[in-house]
């Protein structure tokens, strides 16, 4: 199917576009358009590990500030850049060297779908964890990146409903948000976020409320509108209800299962394994999304419970029955670790196949030769 989507955004329109217009004449001709999707992300990894090794369990912003060194958070300002600048001129780029191929379009949201936990997960070293004078709760950290994950789930419902993709306006402005949060901390260091900024609120609070108002009353309504609109051109690409509504079942199982553990948890998994939780929290979320993706680009139906739901059921029934006891954060480290290396090589089978039925090769602008 043609790839479409729509911009709205003025940020986006005005200021980014233009920028990245002027950047995309930079890039060599020769370079494949995924080459620059996969840059971008390796660099958010390397960001994210980068913080991880400084601020493995996010105290280091609030108990001792200065834990993690300043040329981190500048480094932070600068990768985010770059990955927002590779990720806005990819599509750019593959229209300019006429490669626009859908396993160009699957990679680049693919790998988005894995990129906003990770986006998040670094950020929450900016704000550190409650320690009861500042910082952020375990549980709002929870929160705020399950709203992050249920927006970049509701475009992709709305494109599996409608064929067009409408870019959320928080995608531009949360990047300048993430940028500009950690040059004010580079800059200024993390003290900044540890005094009340207006009325006796918290830069963070501020954040936190902007992010819940943005996504309920901004972002949600406007799918639903974009939806009930289709409906009413009759453009609509599913005729049920059943088939419109099947591609939410998964993640809000998921989500389902995953809060269960959160509250439930003898042990009280996310306030002892905060980063592990959440990095595994972000891949099960992005292996679901990355089916949908696919059913949508295909024209197939998804399949009603992803294949991840299983074993995760029977590892939170182990762990809230009390099963676990003492092991649950080494099973917590032992699903993670196994659910990464499903979904690495996920990604990895799904390109090769891709690559091979368009007869492309993933990072090359060279045809492959037929056998």
């Known amino acids: ?66 834990l993690v060194p300043t040329w981190v958070w500048l480094f932070s300002a600068f990768t985010t850049f770059c990955a927002y600048a590779l990720d806005s001129i990819d599509g750019k780029h593959a229209r300019r060297t006429q490669s626009s191929t859908p396993l160009g379009e699957l990679f680049d949201h693919g790998l988005d779908s894995w990129a906003t936990s990770i ?39 709305e494109k599996y409903n409608t064929g067009v993709l409408f870019l959320p306006w928080g995608y531009d402005i949360s990047q300048v948000v993430l940028i500009a949060a950690y040059l004010l901390t580079g800059t200024v260091g993390v003290e900044v976020w540890q005094k009340p900024f207006l009325f006796g609120y918290y830069i963070t609070d501020v954040l936190v409320i902007l992010l819940i108002g943005f996504s309920l009353f901004l972002s949600f309504p406007q799918t639903l ?16 209800l059943y088939e419109g509504l099947l591609p939410l079942v998964s993640p809000l199982l998921l989500f389902i299962l995953l809060t269960v553990w959160v509250v439930l948890s003898p042990g009280n998994i996310l306030a002892k394994q905060p980063r592990l939780f959440l990095w595994m929290v972000g ?4 292996n679901v999304i990355c089916k949908v993706i696919i059913c949508q680009m295909s024209s197939t139906q998804p399949e009603l419970f992803h294949w991840f739901l299983f074993p995760l059921a029977l590892v939170v029934y182990a762990a809230i029955s009390g099963l676990l006891g003492w092991m649950e954060e080494a099973v917590l480290a032992v699903f993670t670790a196994l659910v990464t290396a499903a979904h ?19 990072f090359s602008l060279k045809k492959r030769v037929q056998e």
């Open 283 to 286: 891949v099960t979320f992005s």
């Open 225 to 240: 509108y974009n939806i009930h609109r289709a409906h009413l051109k009759k453009t609509l690409k599913n005729d049920s």
């Open 119 to 157: 986006f998040v997960l670094s950020f929450f070293s900016v704000c550190s964890r409650d320690n009861g004078k500042t910082g952020v709760s375990v549980y709002t950290m929870y929160i705020y990146l399950s709203i992050v994950l249920f927006n970049f789930m509701c475009s992709h419902w």
């Open 1 to 66: 199917s043609q790839y479409s989507a729509v911009d709205t955004n003025p940020l986006s329109v005005y200021i980014m576009q233009p920028i990245w217009n002027k950047i995309i004449k930079i890039v060599p001709l020769w370079i494949a358009p995924n080459l620059l999707t996969f840059s971008g992300f390796v660099m958010i990894l390397v960001n994210y590990f980068l913080i991880s090794f400084y601020d493995w369990d996010y105290t280091a912003s609030g108990t001792s500030p200065g």
């Open 344 to 362: 690495v090589h996920y990604g990895v089978c799904v390109g090769r196949q891709l690559s091979e039925h368009l007869n492309i090769y993933i």
